[in-house]
């Protein structure tokens, strides 16, 4: 995957050359990882940009950004006017938007009262959405929820996926499933999972150690509106070999079918189940 940020983006209020945002070396959220970030997808369609659900990442970049002592003054219809702006003075075409929310000045210590910038990214990507993953159970754990929150997108918690993900690279995998404290599996490096078992599809619930991605919620949402059970609970390593297929779901990657966990192989892109899910998906977000 390749990603070619735009040359202009959205800063404070109007529209600059990229580097212009960019903070300080001296900068607490560059040595401390004291920020928020959201990842959105804005899909060209002829004439026209489609973004799903747009208002709840907003929503989930400023409780972060609330939660973390960064409170910033422009409202979400602000930040969507200003997205459609750089959208705007750029080619027209499918595009990762990262809005983010952190400190630019030059302050290294722990402080809260530096003032708070915001920042929205518009970046071409190169990606495959299609080809199954080899994935690896991380020697890496998930960070608790009790340490550090991560139900929203604190740029510091990622340390942990880059790990997870860099490890499962050098080994030969594309990703890496994490567990928990307790051996439960959580989550890959930067998307959520699912299984299928017959007709169920299974996700692990809800915790304060797993990211409750919109990405998620919409496909539980579609799965529900077609009468296919869902089942959400703890999901063990050793349940694996039970199930019928598997995939990660996020924003940016969308619904990506796994074909293998460890020495566990799955043909996930051939289910019904599975591509009924995908069609689905796309036809919701892509308008």
């Known amino acids: 995957m390749t990603f070619v940020p735009a040359a202009i983006a959205w800063h404070n209020g109007k529209l600059v050359e990229r580097e212009q945002a960019a903070p300080s070396i001296a900068s607490h959220s560059l040595h401390l990882g004291v920020g928020v ?50 959208l705007e ?4 075409k499918n595009y990762y938007i990262r809005p983010i929310i952190y400190r630019s000045g030059a302050y290294l210590n722990f402080n809260d009262t530096m003032p708070v910038d915001a920042t929205i990214l518009a970046v071409t990507i190169a990606r495959d959405v299609t080809t199954p993953l080899h994935c690896h ?8 929820g009790s340490a550090i929150p991560v139900t929203w997108k604190i740029c510091g918690t990622y ?13 030969g995998f594309n990703d890496a499933i994490m567990l928990d404290s307790k051996g ?3 989550e890959a490096s930067a998307a959520n999972i699912f299984f299928l078992q017959q007709d169920k599809l299974i996700t692990p619930a809800l915790n304060p150690n797993i990211f409750p991605g919109i ?8 799965a529900q509106d077609s009468n296919i059970e869902v089942i959400e609970r703890n999901i063990k390593p050793a349940e694996l070999e039970n199930f019928d297929a598997a995939f990660l779901a996020a924003t940016m990657m969308e619904i990506k079918p796994i074909a293998s966990i460890d020495n566990i192989e799955y043909r996930s892109s051939d289910r019904p ?6 069609h689905q998906f796309r036809q919701i977000t892509h308008q």
């Open 159 to 171: 340390v942990n996926s880059y790990l997870s993900r860099r490890a499962a690279e050098k080994d």
């Open 137 to 144: 159970i991380s020697k890496y754990e998930r960070v608790s």
């Open 184 to 186: 439960l599996i959580t």
């Open 215 to 222: 990405t998620r919620s919409t496909l539980i949402d579609i």
């Open 273 to 278: 189940l599975f591509n009924q899910l995908l």
């Open 37 to 86: 970030f959201d990842g959105i997808m804005a899909y060209w369609n002829q004439d026209h940009y489609y973004i799903h659900r747009l208002e709840a990442h907003l929503d989930r970049l400023r409780h972060g950004a609330t939660q973390m002592g960064l409170e910033f003054s422009w409202s979400n219809a602000e930040l969507n006017s200003g997205l459609l702006a750089l």
């Open 89 to 92: 003075a750029i080619p027209p």
